[in-house]
């Protein structure tokens, strides 16, 4: 069931958007660090990251609805609790031990912002070597919130190239 | 290569397939043997009933999806007549693959490469510059429709198809599997399923048959699926045999299942195979299940809920989603899974699609652990010593009853059993009748 028409369907920018000289160093640095933490395993520092209403996407298609259509991860901050739990216990035999991973993240642009939450978004490449060496990429967009003196994920969504599948098995923190 | 990469170098010669399995044992090379690899999908693939698609997936004339059976492209399409048709998707001019989308809506498909046209039942119906056939032109015309599967039949939605002309029908295919069928489709009002969420495509470095095999043992999750229970939530219902009336069968065929209904009919409560939901948070759909089916079979229906079955070759009723197996040679398998989703009752399918996510898939709770542990035994199985994998596991407490080859003790090994019976029937031509 692979197909041509699925690959590299990420969502466009919309006019307007603001390119890399445009993204607060604040807002670049927070999402380095989560990939940072990500790449290492460094699950409970990832976790911290998130605010309570959390929406952590891998859809299978850019145009996918969750309410009808079935996607690779679609967490609530209940689920990334669970997820991290998981990681966490030693036993997530797909990631015991931890793939390693380095993930490189550019073409950065501001594609929305309101009074307190920035939508960020950019293209990625990671490399994981587990069994062998597989290379991931995507577009990856973030909602980022500023609370307090903080700046909390509230939403991260993975538009993978592949997301048409197959799709190999993707139990670290994409 | 990387160390993946562990299918065996081809034989010489044919291997004997009947020598490779034992009532409680198999040979390892049945994981790893390209040969084998090539009979079984010749002999399992390419001439018996094979899970295609669901109905739903093709609801209007004109509706397709293209599928690869062994390696080789279909199209499953529903013509103006209602019918569904398996038709090979390979323009039958030079070869070109004529349908290039996963899914779609068409009355007819147009080869590219020369522009033969060919409607959605087959019939080649356009040939450019037909002059230059000559006089000949009718009977090329004629003769070269898309080659169509042998027989194509379908049980409760679900769209099988024999590419060849198969020994047996389908009814007697699936013989006792057809229960677990109808315990599914009890579950919705209208005895109606909808498969139109998406198929996750999970690559699994691993035999195919561990993929199936795997998804009716009653004895790993403890093990496998340990990090879910001790760090996430606790399984729905005890996985320590001694504890528990859940029960492994045998259902003939190659056909086995996991089944709960003893258990749950025990503790008479609904939806624990559902996060235990009351039933009062699903009010539109209780209300549409009593309507339709009255209120002691729904009741019913709600204790013992999905079926936890394996249909042979490539069918798993994965409670309330539904996997297919597509294998990619004697290492490599795709599982394809998607959520049983029920028309009509929207209250119940967001919580399935949630379920699903949770469980399934590459990124699921349970199956990315399934699909490392299916990798890391294609790596054991490369060791040659002990050439047998042992599936003795309650073999002394097997009962025969009329509903197959039952154990009470979930962990037994009695669906490997039954599975490897069939598999060297089949592949040894040793079963044209059925053999429950």
């Given at each position: 069931?692979?197909?041509?028409?699925?690959?590299?369907?990420?969502?466009?920018?919309?006019?307007?958007?603001?390119?890399?000289?445009?993204?607060?160093?604040?807002?670049?640095?927070?999402?380095?660090?989560?990939?940072?933490?990500?790449?290492?395993?460094?699950?409970?520092?990832?976790?911290?990251?998130?605010?309570?209403?959390?929406?952590?996407?891998?859809?299978?298609?850019?145009?996918?609805?969750?309410?009808?259509?079935?996607?690779?991860?679609?967490?609530?901050?209940?689920?990334?609790?669970?997820?991290?739990?998981?990681?966490?216990?030693?036993?997530?035999?797909?990631?015991?031990?931890?793939?390693?991973?380095?993930?490189?993240?550019?073409?950065?642009?501001?594609?929305?912002?309101?009074?307190?939450?920035?939508?960020?978004?950019?293209?990625?490449?990671?490399?994981?070597?587990?069994?062998?060496?597989?290379?991931?990429?995507?577009?990856?967009?973030?909602?980022?919130?500023?609370?307090?003196?903080?700046?909390?994920?509230?939403?991260?969504?993975?538009?993978?190239?592949?997301?048409?599948?197959?799709?190999?098995?993707?139990?670290?923190?994409? | 290569?990387?160390?993946?990469?562990?299918?065996?170098?081809?034989?010489?010669?044919?291997?004997?397939?009947?020598?490779?399995?034992?009532?409680?044992?198999?040979?390892?090379?049945?994981?790893?043997?390209?040969?084998?690899?090539?009979?079984?999908?010749?002999?399992?693939?390419?001439?018996?009933?094979?899970?295609?698609?669901?109905?739903?997936?093709?609801?209007?004339?004109?509706?397709?999806?293209?599928?690869?059976?062994?390696?080789?492209?279909?199209?499953?399409?529903?013509?103006?007549?209602?019918?569904?048709?398996?038709?090979?998707?390979?323009?039958?001019?030079?070869?070109?693959?004529?349908?290039?989308?996963?899914?779609?809506?068409?009355?007819?498909?147009?080869?590219?490469?020369?522009?033969?046209?060919?409607?959605?039942?087959?019939?080649?119906?356009?040939?450019?510059?037909?002059?230059?056939?000559?006089?000949?032109?009718?009977?090329?015309?004629?003769?070269?429709?898309?080659?169509?599967?042998?027989?194509?039949?379908?049980?409760?939605?679900?769209?099988?198809?024999?590419?060849?002309?198969?020994?047996?029908?389908?009814?007697?295919?699936?013989?006792?599997?057809?229960?677990?069928?109808?315990?599914?489709?009890?579950?919705?009002?209208?005895?109606?399923?909808?498969?139109?969420?998406?198929?996750?495509?999970?690559?699994?470095?691993?035999?195919?048959?561990?993929?199936?095999?795997n998804?009716v043992d009653g004895y790993h999750a403890l093990f496998t699926?340990?990090?879910?229970?001790?760090?996430?939530?606790?399984?729905?219902?005890?996985h320590?045999p001694?504890?528990?009336?859940?029960?492994v069968?045998?259902?003939?065929?190659?056909?086995?299942?996991i089944?709960?209904?003893?258990?749950?009919?025990?503790?008479?409560?609904?939806?624990?195979?559902?996060?235990?939901?009351?039933?009062?948070?699903?009010?539109?759909?209780?209300?549409?299940?009593?309507?339709?089916?009255?209120?002691?079979?729904?009741?019913?229906?709600?204790?013992?809920?999905?079926?936890?079955?394996?249909?042979?070759?490539?069918?798993?009723?994965?409670?309330?989603?539904?996997?297919?197996?597509?294998?990619?040679?004697?290492?490599?398998?795709?599982?394809?899974?998607?959520?049983?989703?029920?028309?009509?009752?929207?209250?119940?399918?967001?919580?399935?699609?949630?379920?699903?996510?949770?469980?399934?898939?590459?990124?699921?709770?349970?199956?990315?652990?399934?699909?490392?542990?299916?990798?890391?035994?294609?790596?054991?199985?490369?060791?040659?010593?002990?050439?047998?994998?042992?599936?003795?596991r309650g073999?002394?407490?097997?009962?025969?009853?009329?509903?197959?080859?039952?154990?009470?003790d979930k962990s037994a090994e009695?669906p490997q059993?039954?599975?490897?019976?069939?598999?060297?029937?089949?592949?040894?031509?040793?079963?044209?009748?059925?053999?429950?």
């Open positions: 069931m692979s197909d041509l028409t699925s690959l590299g369907a990420a969502a466009a920018a919309p006019a307007g958007a603001v390119p890399a000289a445009g993204v607060d160093p604040a807002l670049a640095s927070f999402i380095y660090t989560e990939a940072r933490l990500a790449d290492e395993a460094r699950y409970s520092e990832w976790e911290a990251l998130w605010d309570d209403d959390a929406k952590y996407w891998v859809p299978m298609h850019p145009d996918h609805d969750p309410k009808v259509n079935v996607s690779y991860i679609y967490d609530n901050r209940r689920r990334i609790r669970s997820r991290i739990a998981q990681l966490n216990s030693g036993n997530r035999h797909s990631q015991t031990p931890p793939s390693v991973l380095r993930r490189l993240i550019t073409n950065l642009e501001v594609v929305a912002q309101d009074a307190d939450t920035t939508t960020v978004a950019g293209n990625f490449v990671i490399y994981e070597y587990r069994f062998d060496l597989t290379v991931w990429a995507g577009r990856y967009e973030y909602r980022i919130r500023a609370r307090g003196g903080d700046l909390k994920l509230a939403a991260k969504t993975v538009h993978l190239v592949n997301a048409g599948g197959p799709v190999s098995t993707m139990s670290f923190l994409v | 290569m990387t160390e993946l990469d562990t299918s065996a170098p081809v034989g010489v010669g044919k291997v004997d397939v009947a020598a490779l399995v034992e009532p409680d044992r198999v040979h390892g090379s049945v994981y790893t043997s390209q040969e084998v690899y090539d009979q079984e999908m010749d002999r399992i693939f390419r001439n018996g009933w094979v899970f295609v698609a669901h109905d739903s997936e093709v609801p209007e004339p004109g509706d397709y999806v293209t599928r690869r059976i062994a390696g080789e492209p279909w199209i499953v399409v529903r013509g103006k007549d209602g019918e569904v048709r398996v038709l090979a998707n390979r323009c039958t001019h030079r070869g070109n693959r004529l349908c290039n989308a996963d899914a779609g809506n068409s009355s007819s498909f147009r080869c590219p490469y020369h522009g033969w046209t060919f409607s959605n039942d087959g019939h080649l119906t356009g040939v450019p510059m037909r002059d230059g056939y000559g006089s000949s032109f009718h009977e090329v015309r004629d003769a070269m429709g898309l080659a169509p599967a042998a027989a194509v039949d379908s049980y409760g939605g679900f769209v099988f198809a024999s590419l060849n002309p198969p020994a047996i029908t389908l009814r007697e295919h699936l013989g006792n599997s057809t229960v677990a069928l109808d315990r599914l489709l009890a579950l919705s009002p209208t005895g109606e399923l909808n498969l139109r969420a998406g198929w996750m495509k999970h690559d699994m470095r691993c035999n195919w048959k561990m993929v199936m095999e998804n699926h340990a990090s879910v229970y001790d760090a996430v939530k606790p399984a729905k219902v005890s320590v001694s504890k528990v009336e859940v029960y069968r045998d259902l003939g065929n190659g056909h086995s299942e089944d709960y209904a003893k258990e749950y009919s025990r503790l008479d409560e609904e939806f624990i195979w559902f996060g235990r939901i009351r039933r009062e948070k699903l009010p539109n759909y209780v209300a549409a299940m009593e309507e339709a089916r009255g209120a002691e079979d729904t009741h019913r229906a709600f204790v013992v809920g999905p079926p936890h079955t394996l249909i042979f070759p490539n069918l798993f009723l994965a409670e309330m989603n539904i996997m297919t197996v597509e294998p990619l040679g004697p290492g490599r398998a795709i599982a394809y899974t998607t959520p049983a989703l029920i028309p009509g009752a929207d209250e119940v399918n967001e919580k399935t699609l949630r379920r699903s996510e949770g469980a399934m898939g590459p990124a699921g709770f349970l199956i990315a652990d399934d699909g490392e542990i299916g990798a890391r035994n294609q790596l054991g199985l490369a060791a040659g010593s002990p050439e047998w994998v042992v599936l003795r073999e002394e407490s097997d009962i025969t009853d009329e509903t197959g080859i039952v154990n009470h009695t059993r039954g599975w490897w019976k069939h598999w060297s029937q089949v592949l040894t031509g040793t079963t044209t009748a059925p053999d429950a």
